[in-house]
């Protein structure tokens, strides 16, 4: 019997707040034994739990319908705007089974909107609070708040945090787009007199800090504004609404000056207790102001809100002169410090973040930002004893923090986007289990509600970085909500002409800074095929197609003699810290927009959209191999570059652009550059995640291993025996930013080659099996959480004897490569369910479905 586990309603477990009209259902499915598949479901909807049943389901009742789909189901009932919704869903195989536990869903104001509600601020000389008080004269049985405050709102009602959420709402761009947030505050609210507050601070939406991306001088930039409905419904039936207008009052707080690359000051001796509670006296307050509205489209928040994760205690605090000390939190993140210091009133404590130390201090430099302040927050004591404080409007990437002032106690704050794993990784070889630890962590750091390419210099949305770095993102942890709103912000953030510029959002920078760089925008159709190969999610591709065609008509128009121009290329190889090796840049730029054009024809292809985008790609193809491939050499080469470049040759192996025939020379002319700079790498971002499995597919998976567990310099390995925990920007010991993942992808082919396990299509639909990357490691197991269930995959290798074990989840089929010399030498448990195998180049192959399989081989070299 099959039984629905893990409902969701639009990637989310019990999400307030849906923005959408036809939300979309998910389950995962299960069943015991082998082979088990889906082959109905029913789905009923209600407005109370007790309602669920056929007879009773006053809402919606899909009936039965006949498929294996689990994920993807489209309500198709009434909706209606702030209205709670229960369901829960039946399965069939051979019969019904048992109604899946109720769950539930509840819209956000869908097109009812803000209505009475006004955008409020006002002039003040700090970080403004605005108040509200009202009356609560009844039983509450349901309230809601719905705000958006810019650039980040620190909600309070009745004195608490009306959530856990920080820097909310999301970034994104603000002239297009502008999220509110919905919470559940029921609990918060009391019998008569009540509260309702903000602070609020600048962000990206508000930044004064002048830069070289012009975020100071974005087309949306503005002072802090607030938007608010508060609805209040009680048990009689009345509704009441507080909502933001000129009846809220205004002050300046005692946050002085926010800044995401400056920091924050904070004047405690200007705070105000009690100013989000009922009595206090507001009455020297201004009244608020309505201002304008920013012009994009409010729209109900759906990824995860970024939130303190974890509280951490310094593992060292030396002084390291008088009046000067330096906390080591024993490693490197995104987040910021918690003060607790007894001082004098007037006193000001300086935290000064960073990822290095030198001559005694903590180095907090960026030659992007003006001014000599970077990532230093500042707290100027009240002097009433032991006083607690941490920023509320900015993050710093760090791992030392350098206090002056007076001596103080301080925690680190982590901090990042609240995504929840997907994937668990072990290993015999333990430099394998760093890797993946350090790639975890780094991209972690990197997530605040947009994938960021340093939480320490730049903040910003790269795309180059998640390009290189998706397939590793998206096997780590469950993205299916953060990256649906990047991909909004792309769509969000292109110009009228097609184009996209190199950061998400954008303040306008990127259009002509650094620009055209092929092998950055071209992360838009290659993340939409990512997000259907994980998450099956065709609702996404359909409503970016029009996006993405004139994106590509963009990149097409540009095309020059059957090639692409970049300007960006492999970006930071070893030994060259500003920028690509010199090398004709229109091979890359080409390769990139070949793939672009693959995938979007793949896309075209499952949404019923006609294209010629395969035929384009081979156009490009031939222009490629014409300029760069020495046929005779069996290699890729520019003219400007004299040394032999391995992401010249790895990419175009990758990619399928090498002609078959000359795909065997040229996978051999790699292998043998590796070997010849003493099993070192010589690729930068664009080839580094291409290079191991490239060299595995060909048959050189020892070449691969050796260059993975290389300990000198260019190496992860030279990283980790430099104190390393995350990924670096660059292989040099002095790299700018320690937090930085677009060189660690190593962990790919960790996850694919060295442990097994790949994703090939349509939400693990079909799973491939085949650890090809055996050398120098004896046993490796992962286990991923997809959007069908657990698939899990471990093996251990003793003499020639290897034992592997896979778990199947329903609706998955499993291609399983069991490494033997014959097929005669692999046992498979249980046999009369595995089916008649098959043998290939090493490899005994079983195709399984649902099912926990294992198989021993006598014969694994």
């Given at each position: 019997?099959?039984?629905?586990?893990?409902?969701?309603?639009?990637?989310?477990?019990?999400?307030?707040?849906?923005?959408?009209?036809?939300?979309?259902?998910?389950?995962?499915?299960?069943?015991?034994?082998?082979?088990?598949?889906?082959?109905?479901?029913?789905?009923?909807?209600?407005?109370?739990?007790?309602?669920?049943?056929?007879?009773?389901?006053?809402?919606?009742?899909?009936?039965?319908?006949?498929?294996?789909?689990?994920?993807?189901?489209?309500?198709?009932?009434?909706?209606?705007?702030?209205?709670?919704?229960?369901?829960?869903?039946?399965?069939?195989?051979?019969?019904?089974?048992?109604?899946?536990?109720?769950?539930?869903?509840?819209?956000?104001?869908?097109?009812?909107?803000?209505?009475?509600?006004?955008?409020?601020?006002?002039?003040?000389?700090?970080?403004?609070?605005?108040r509200r008080g009202f009356a609560v004269d009844g039983t509450v049985r349901r309230a809601r708040l719905y705000a958006s405050g810019l650039g980040y709102a620190d909600l309070r009602l009745n004195g608490q945090a009306v959530s856990d959420a920080v820097l909310d709402p999301g970034f994104t761009a603000y002239d297009r787009t502008v999220l509110y947030v919905t919470h559940d505050v029921t609990d918060l609210l009391q019998a008569g007199d009540n509260v309702v507050g903000?602070?609020?601070?600048?962000?990206?939406?508000?930044?004064?800090?002048?830069?070289?991306?012009?975020?100071?001088?974005?087309?949306?930039?503005?002072?802090?504004?607030?938007?608010?409905?508060?609805?209040?419904?009680?048990?009689?039936?009345?509704?009441?609404?507080?909502?933001?207008?000129?009846?809220?009052?205004?002050?300046?707080?005692?946050?002085?000056?926010?800044?995401?690359?400056?920091?924050?000051?904070?004047?405690?001796?200007?705070?105000?207790?009690?100013?989000?509670?009922?009595?206090?006296?507001?009455?020297?307050?201004?009244?608020?102001?309505?201002?304008?509205?920013?012009?994009?489209?409010?729209?109900?928040?759906?990824?995860?809100?970024?939130?303190?994760?974890?509280?951490?205690?310094?593992?060292?605090?030396?002084?390291?002169?008088?009046?000067?000390?330096?906390?080591?939190?024993?490693?490197?993140?995104?987040?910021?410090?918690?003060?607790?210091?007894?001082?004098?009133?007037?006193?000001?404590?300086?935290?000064?973040?960073?990822?290095?130390?030198?001559?005694?201090?903590?180095?907090?430099?960026?030659?992007?930002?003006?001014?000599?302040?970077?990532?230093?927050?500042?707290?100027?004591?009240?002097?009433?004893?032991?006083?607690?404080?941490?920023?509320?409007?900015?993050?710093?990437?760090?791992?030392?923090?350098?206090?002056?002032?007076?001596?103080?106690?301080?925690?680190?704050?982590?901090?990042?986007?609240?995504?929840?794993?997907?994937?668990?990784?072990?290993?015999?070889?333990?430099?394998?289990?760093?890797?993946?630890?350090?790639?975890?962590?780094?991209?972690?750091?990197?997530?605040?509600?947009?994938?960021?390419?340093?939480?320490?210099?730049?903040?910003?949305?790269?795309?180059?970085?998640?390009?290189?770095?998706?397939?590793?993102?998206?096997?780590?942890?469950?993205?299916?909500?953060?990256?649906?709103?990047?991909?909004?912000?792309?769509?969000?953030?292109?110009?009228?002409?097609?184009?996209?510029?190199?950061?998400?959002?954008?303040?306008?920078?990127?259009?002509?800074?650094?620009?055209?760089?092929?092998?950055?925008?071209?992360?838009?159709?290659?993340?939409?095929?990512?997000?259907?190969?994980?998450?099956?999610?065709?609702?996404?591709?359909?409503?970016?197609?029009?996006?993405?065609?004139?994106?590509?008509?963009?990149?097409?128009?540009?095309?020059?003699?059957?090639?692409?121009?970049?300007?960006?290329?492999?970006?930071?190889?070893?030994?060259?810290?500003?920028?690509?090796?010199?090398?004709?840049?229109?091979?890359?730029?080409?390769?990139?927009?070949?793939?672009?054009?693959?995938?979007?024809?793949?896309?075209?292809?499952?949404?019923?959209?006609?294209?010629?985008?395969?035929?384009?790609a081979g156009e490009l193809a031939d222009g490629l191999n014409r300029a760069f491939l020495d046929r005779d050499a069996g290699r890729y080469r520019s003219a400007e570059d004299p040394d032999y470049r391995q992401t010249s040759n790895a990419v175009p192996l990758a990619f399928g652009i090498v002609p078959e025939d000359l795909a065997p020379k040229v996978a051999a002319g790699l292998a043998a550059d590796v070997r010849a700079r003493g099993f070192h790498l010589n690729t930068?971002?664009?080839?580094?995640?291409?290079?191991?499995?490239?060299?595995?597919?060909?048959?050189?998976?020892?070449?691969?291993?050796?260059?993975?567990?290389?300990?000198?310099?260019?190496?992860?390995?030279?990283?980790?025996?430099?104190?390393?925990?995350?990924?670096?920007?660059?292989?040099?010991?002095?790299?700018?930013?320690?937090?930085?993942?677009?060189?660690?992808?190593?962990?790919?082919?960790?996850?694919?080659?060295?442990?097994?396990?790949?994703?090939?299509d349509a939400g693990a639909e079909r799973i491939v099996v085949r650890p090809d990357a055996r050398a120098e490691v004896d046993s490796a197991s992962i286990r991923t959480e997809t959007i069908r269930g657990r698939v899990a995959v471990s093996w251990k290798k003793t003499g020639r004897v290897l034992s592997l074990d896979v778990q199947v989840p329903v609706g998955t089929t499993a291609e399983v490569y069991v490494p033997s010399a014959r097929a005669a030498d692999v046992e498979?448990?249980?046999?009369?369910?595995?089916?008649?195998?098959?043998?290939?180049?090493?490899?005994?192959?079983?195709?399984?479905?649902?099912?926990?399989?294992?198989?021993?081989?006598?014969?694994?070299?």
């Open positions: 019997m099959l039984i629905p586990r893990s409902l969701k309603t639009e990637y989310a477990v019990r999400p307030l707040g849906v923005d959408v009209s036809r939300p979309r259902f998910s389950w995962v499915a299960e069943a015991p034994g082998y082979g088990a598949v889906q082959a109905a479901y029913q789905v009923l909807v209600a407005s109370a739990p007790e309602l669920l049943t056929p007879e009773r389901a006053d809402v919606w009742d899909s009936g039965t319908v006949e498929s294996a789909r689990t994920f993807g189901i489209a309500y198709d009932g009434p909706i209606t705007a702030r209205t709670h919704y229960y369901w829960t869903v039946r399965l069939s195989d051979e019969q019904p089974g048992e109604w899946a536990a109720p769950e539930w869903f509840e819209t956000g104001l869908l097109d009812e909107g803000f209505e009475t509600a006004r955008w409020i601020g006002g002039t003040t000389d700090s970080a403004p609070l605005l903000a602070e609020l601070g600048r962000g990206f939406f508000g930044l004064t800090s002048v830069n070289v991306w012009r975020w100071h001088d974005a087309p949306w930039t503005a002072d802090p504004r607030l938007i608010a409905r508060l609805v209040i419904e009680y048990d009689d039936g009345r509704v009441d609404e507080v909502v933001s207008d000129e009846t809220w009052r205004l002050t300046g707080g005692p946050t002085l000056s926010d800044s995401l690359y400056v920091g924050e000051t904070y004047d405690a001796r200007r705070a105000l207790p009690g100013w989000d509670a009922a009595g206090f006296d507001d009455s020297s307050w201004a009244p608020a102001s309505v201002v304008e509205a920013p012009r994009g489209t409010l729209r109900a928040q759906a990824h995860e809100p970024i939130r303190v994760i974890e509280t951490v205690d310094p593992v060292e605090v030396t002084e390291v002169r008088p009046g000067v000390w330096i906390a080591d939190f024993g490693r490197t993140v995104a987040g910021w410090t918690r003060l607790t210091v007894t001082a004098e009133a007037g006193t000001t404590i300086g935290l000064t973040h960073g990822e290095t130390v030198a001559d005694g201090n903590v180095v907090a430099q960026n030659r992007h930002v003006e001014g000599d302040r970077i990532q230093r927050d500042e707290y100027i004591a009240a002097g009433t004893g032991a006083e607690t404080w941490e920023p509320r409007f900015s993050y710093k990437g760090f791992r030392y923090v350098q206090i002056e002032g007076a001596q103080a106690d301080v925690q680190l704050r982590v901090v990042h986007s609240d995504v929840a794993s997907a994937t668990t990784f072990a290993s015999s070889q333990r430099p394998y289990e760093q890797f993946e630890r350090a790639m975890r962590r780094t991209i972690l750091g990197n997530l605040h509600g947009i994938p960021t390419d340093t939480p320490f210099y730049e903040k910003n949305g790269w795309t180059g970085d998640a390009q290189v770095g998706a397939p590793t993102m998206l096997a780590a942890l469950d993205l299916a909500r953060f990256f649906t709103k990047w991909l909004g912000d792309i769509r969000d953030s292109q110009a009228e002409s097609g184009q996209l510029p190199v950061i998400v959002p954008t303040s306008g920078w990127g259009f002509t800074d650094l620009s055209p760089a092929t092998e950055w925008p071209t992360v838009y159709p290659f993340l939409l095929r990512e997000m259907y190969r994980w998450y099956g999610d065709d609702r996404l591709l359909r409503e970016h197609w029009d996006s993405l065609t004139r994106y590509l008509a963009w990149e097409l128009d540009r095309v020059e003699d059957g090639l692409s121009v970049s300007v960006l290329g492999d970006w930071l190889p070893p030994g060259y810290g500003d920028g690509p090796a010199p090398e004709d840049r229109r091979l890359t730029g080409t390769a990139y927009l070949y793939r672009a054009l693959v995938v979007a024809a793949e896309i075209g292809e499952v949404i019923g959209q006609a294209n010629e985008y395969r035929k384009a930068g971002c664009l080839g580094v995640g291409v290079l191991l499995p490239v060299l595995t597919k060909y048959g050189y998976g020892d070449v691969a291993t050796k260059v993975a567990l290389q300990r000198s310099y260019p190496s992860w390995g030279y990283w980790i025996d430099l104190g390393a925990d995350t990924m670096w920007e660059m292989w040099e010991d002095d790299s700018r930013s320690r937090n930085h993942y677009f060189q660690g992808t190593v962990v790919q082919w960790i996850f694919e080659n060295v442990a097994g396990l790949r994703v090939i498979a448990v249980p046999r009369s369910f595995a089916g008649s195998p098959s043998y290939d180049n090493g490899y005994t192959v079983y195709t399984v479905g649902a099912g926990q399989w294992s198989f021993t081989s006598r014969s694994a070299s």
